[in-house]
């Protein structure tokens, strides 16, 4: 079975850093890239990064201004892990993230196409 298992939300006041896991199973890693998604309270779910898993290219999404400099993603393919650090964490971040996979090539832009495969959500709350 496919699964994307995202971990490592939490609780953290403003200014700290937190780094979200996705693990990834039951598909081929190498062909998908994995996106991290957020969904804040009354917002509409938004994409954050997504980084491909043949060969490490990273892409933002309209959220970079609000999270560039501060966000980075990275992959482990021997983990078959994607990573999601956040540093200087601000309380306008507080969301549900999301990883999700889609089938390389990356779709341009990556946040707007259907993406083959979802993980539950992780909880990420950033007090002020």
């Known amino acids: 079975d496919v699964q994307l298992q995202a971990s490592g939300g939490g609780l953290v006041q403003a200014g700290g850093s937190l780094r979200l896991s996705c693990a990834a199973s039951?598909?081929?890693?190498?062909?998908?890239?994995i996106g991290w998604f957020r969904q804040a309270p009354g917002k509409e779910r938004e994409g954050v990064l997504c980084?491909?898993?043949?060969?490490?290219?990273?892409?933002?999404?309209p959220s970079k201004d609000s999270v560039k400099g501060r966000f980075t993603i990275s992959s482990d393919n021997a983990k078959t892990t994607v990573y999601l650090q956040m540093n200087s964490l601000k309380p306008e971040d507080t969301a549900v993230y999301y990883c999700?996979?889609?089938?390389?090539?990356?779709?341009?832009?990556?946040?707007?196409?259907?993406?083959?495969?979802w993980g539950k959500g992780t909880l990420v709350t950033v007090s002020s």
């Open positions: 999700a996979a889609i089938s390389l090539p990356v779709p341009n832009p990556w946040y707007a196409y259907g993406m083959d495969h």
């Open positions: 980084i491909s898993s043949s060969d490490g290219s990273t892409y933002y999404a």
């Open positions: 039951g598909f081929t890693f190498d062909d998908y890239a």
